[in-house]
């Protein structure tokens, strides 16, 4: 599974979400999650959900990103 959702923050922040398995309704556990540059695709940050499917980036600087779901499984 490959998800893929485009946002922008206005100012330095938090970014914290939870990721949710459409078919199931069920927390994602342990997915791999990538924060990416919209302009050039270009790596941030990468993080893992935890067992409750959530994950976080801190310190985020304003701009427009890419958040990049990968779960095999």
Do not use: H
Not at 23 to 39: D, I, R, T
């Amino acid at each position: 599974m490959i998800s893929q959702v485009v946002m922008g923050l206005a100012q330095r922040g938090t970014l914290t979400v939870r990721v949710v398995e459409p078919e199931k309704k069920a927390p994602l556990a342990y997915a791999s999650v990538g924060l990416l540059k919209a302009a050039d695709s270009s790596v941030v940050n990468t993080q893992m959900t935890d067992k409750d499917g959530v994950f976080a980036f801190d310190a985020v600087a304003s701009g427009k990103y890419l958040v990049k779901i990968y779960y095999v499984g």
